[in-house]
């Protein structure tokens, strides 16, 4: 009797323990607009090196993620933001809600993936991404267009109906392209040379990485567009070509930041330290060329070698500052030729 009690015991523990330690478990709601394929890889190495801290995702375009949490504003949801822009970030820190934190691998990171402004810090810079030009070669010899160099050549009356871009106050990645603009032309010369684009401009799309999938397809020469798009494409066999403008490239960072007042405070410090290790960033480099760790640095086929070197000086506060002004700005220029909205 004794024996099958003891054998019963042992087997209810089996069942028991390990219950009670995913009961233990910390669970982080987390805001994120990575791409699908990104979030199983980044949630299974974190939660190898950190079996305690479970993430539960929540994930969507930039836009939506930022009205969502401006909505939430007097009852946040989520504990942390992880692959969130920068650009966002700060500006729900000027709402009051962002708990600044300077994780314990900071330090080491590259300048431009460390708040500049904010001491301490209310984001961590982990993955870069910017603004390209997918382009088309085989189109464009039927159609005898030469390869744009620099941002102003696309406002040339010989590109008129070949070009899409992504409209900036639905995507990020378009905004990208006007703050770079702005900052790099000067305000009424960015206007000048937009109005010339936007004669050649067959659409705009609500999506940062459509414009590269309209050219990769051929039906339409040009795509301004995001750099993650254009080397998957071109891999898998799409006639473009990647051009890097000699005027530099627009970007921002996806970033991670603690949502003031989470009562799960300390395991949400556990992801901000983490994320700056050079394991995380092996993780990110999988997906992205541009990563915060200076140690982490392989450059993923067909992507532009000299890229990361070509990131424009802008400065993100003065994007952060423009962002209602310029969107609004351009939508009611512009924003005539957007495809519609999607349901």
């Known amino acids: ?52 801290i479970q993430i539960a995702w929540l994930r969507d375009s930039p ?103 992504p409209n900036p106050a639905s995507s990020q990645t378009g905004y990208l392209g006007v703050n770079h603009w702005v900052q790099s032309m000067g305000e009424p010369a960015a206007w000048k040379y937009m109005d010339g684009l936007h004669a050649n401009i067959a659409m705009y799309t609500h999506s940062g990485s459509k414009p590269c999938k309209l050219a990769a397809t051929g039906e339409y020469v040009i795509g301004i567009s995001t750099d993650i798009t254009a080397p998957q494409l071109k891999s898998k066999g799409a006639p473009i070509d990647i051009i890097v403008p000699t005027d530099k490239l627009g970007w921002d960072i996806e970033s991670t930041a603690i949502m003031k007042n989470t009562p799960k405070l300390a395991a949400a410090k556990v992801v901000a330290d983490w994320v700056t290790t050079k394991e995380a960033n092996e993780q990110f480099n999988k997906f992205m060329a541009v990563v915060s760790h200076p140690e982490v640095s392989q450059v993923p086929p067909n992507y532009p070698a000299n890229a990361e070197a070509m990131m424009a000086d802008d400065n993100v506060t003065t994007a952060v500052d423009n962002l209602t002004r310029l969107t609004n700005e351009w939508v009611r220029r512009y924003d005539g030729k957007s495809e519609p909205k999607p349901n």
């Open 1 to 52: 009797m004794n024996l099958l009690k003891s054998t019963l015991f042992a087997a209810f523990a089996c069942l028991v323990v390990p219950f009670a330690q995913a009961q233990g478990k910390t669970t982080l709601t987390v805001y994120t607009t990575l791409e699908k394929e990104q979030l199983a890889p980044y949630k299974a190495a974190f939660e190898k090196a950190h079996p305690e």
């Open 63 to 165: 836009g939506i993620i930022l009205a969502r949490l401006i909505a939430e504003k007097d009852a946040p949801k989520a504990d942390l933001l992880w692959g969130v822009p920068a650009m966002h970030i700060l500006t729900l820190n000027k709402m009051g809600l962002i708990q600044p934190y300077e994780p314990k691998g900071y330090a080491q990171l590259k300048p431009r993936f460390r708040d500049s402004v904010n001491k301490p810090p209310v984001y961590t810079g982990n993955e870069a991404w910017m603004t390209m030009i997918c382009f088309n070669t085989v189109e464009a010899r039927k159609r005898g267009l030469p390869p744009p160099t620099q941002w102003s050549d696309l406002a040339k009356p010989i590109y008129k109906g070949q070009i899409t871009m």
